[in-house]
């Protein structure tokens, strides 16, 4: 199996992406999207056992070596939905798949409920609505986000003396992974300092959204999706808590055994998340 990659880069005007490129040139073209504060390394383990598919696979805004949002600027799903359509459109893709973890797969549904006759396939991995409020809730949301970006001017983000101790700090975060994802997410996250090593990623993307849509309105996404769609749900994940919502779902589900990063938290993990998607790839 080719394990070969190219590291590309992207200017779409407004800024500057970097990003993995996978499989052959005339395969079908994917676009792949990691989780929230990981980077393109996060398919590293997956995309080269998905023979036939074209994958890029970005380090969205903010993350991994991709530029940061221009001052003043946030980063709203809408804002990387726009990011994916530039992409699309500077390697003349008019119709593509995506494939998409966590965040990742959240940007997809809003790609995909957006402009259903743009995507031709949906391969998401534990992840498929924003979280949602209610309008009860919209102004104290408001008021919590708009302070947390003022205390963010005076934060300063954590170094770590070495690279293990960096690791050890992301298999311990908000989401833990292995020490094998995390030290795959370090080579394109961490950057040397004075005094060690700190993350890449925009510290702005730690700060609470200002709004939340409804459930309905996030279900709409989901309801004008046209495409085929697969949902792979991980039995410790975060999706499977959710059985109500899982069921809503017109997609194709298949419960796999591991973590929510189970795709790239070992081997095994990456086997079974391949072998279900090349079956859902290989449907006419």
């Known amino acids: 199996m080719s394990t070969e990659m190219e590291e590309i880069r992207l200017n779409l005007g407004h800024i500057e992406l970097a990003a993995h490129l996978f499989g052959p040139a005339d395969g079908l073209p994917v676009i792949a999207l990691h989780g929230w504060l990981d980077n393109a390394n996060s398919f590293a383990r997956l995309a080269p056992k998905l023979p036939g598919l074209r994958i890029l696979a970005l380090d969205l805004a903010g993350h991994g070596h991709s530029e940061h949002r221009p001052a003043g600027a946030g980063y709203a799903l809408w804002d990387y939905a726009h990011d994916v359509l530039r992409v699309a459109e500077q390697l003349g893709w008019a119709h593509f798949a995506l494939l998409g973890h966590s965040l990742g797969a959240i940007i997809s549904i809003v790609l995909a409920g957006s402009l259903p006759e743009r995507i031709t396939r949906l391969a998401l991995i534990d992840g498929v609505i924003p979280p949602t409020g209610g309008p009860q809730d919209a102004a104290e949301r408001m008021g919590m986000a708009l302070q947390a970006q ?45 005094g060690g090593y700190t993350w890449r990623s925009d510290s702005r993307l730690t700060l609470p959204s200002p709004t939340r849509l409804s459930e309905s309105q996030a279900l709409s996404f989901v309801q004008r999706i046209e495409c085929p769609a697969h949902l792979v749900v991980a039995a410790d994940g975060m999706l499977v808590r959710h059985k109500a919502l899982l069921e809503q779902l017109p ?26 998607f090349n079956r859902f790839f290989s449907i006419s």
């Open 150 to 194: 003022l205390r963010l001017d005076n934060k300063r983000k954590a170094v770590h003396p070495t690279v293990d101790q960096a690791v050890d700090a992301r298999m311990k975060g908000v989401v833990a992974v292995s020490r094998e994802a995390a030290e795959l997410l370090a080579q394109r996250g961490l950057m040397p300092v004075p």
């Open 251 to 276: 997609f194709g589900q298949t419960l796999l055994p591991g973590g929510h990063h189970l795709h790239v938290n070992d081997e095994k993990g990456a086997t079974l998340v391949a072998d279900c």
